[in-house]
Nanobody, 125 residues
Framework: QAQVAESGGGLVQPGGSLRLSCVAS????????IGWFRQAPGKEREFVSL????????DYTDAVKGRFTISRDNARNTVYLQMNNLEPEDTAVYYC??????????????????WGQGTQVTVSS
């Protein structure tokens, strides 16, 4: 059964850092673009970042540019989201998802096939 699973969330003070991991099972991550999304209470799920299958394309929402870095280790079937200088506004459940598209990448969550259960990130003093 193809699935992805997130880990690495937690409680951190403003200005702190966390590294989220997204591990795939039941399929090979090499052939998929991976996106990170987040959903805060009372808000819609929003795009955070993506990385294409060969890492040629990386994209970030403006709110996290310069603070978050996405990377992948295909040998470990894992994608990472390094989050630095965290702000209270980053508090949300973070999800990773996988998609296969030809010759393009997308921020649209509706285009992603496999989703994890999410990991909670709370930024608070």
């Amino acid at each position: 059964q193809a699935q992805v699973a997130e880990s690495g969330g937690g409680l951190v003070q403003p200005g702190g850092s966390l590294r989220l991991s997204c591990v795939a099972s039941g399929f090979t991550l090499d052939y998929y673009d991976i996106g990170w999304f987040r959903q805060a209470p009372g808000k819609e799920r929003e795009f955070v970042s993506l990385i294409s299958l060969a890492s040629h394309n990386r994209d970030y929402t403006d709110a996290v540019k310069g603070r978050f870095t996405i990377s992948r280790d295909n040998a470990r079937n894992t994608v990472y989201l390094q989050m630095n200088n965290l702000e209270p506004e980053d508090t949300a459940v973070y999800y990773c998802a996988a998609t296969q598209l030809e010759n393009r990448v997308t921020r649209d969550p509706g285009m992603y096939a496999y989703w994890g259960q999410g990991t909670q990130v709370t930024v608070s003093s």
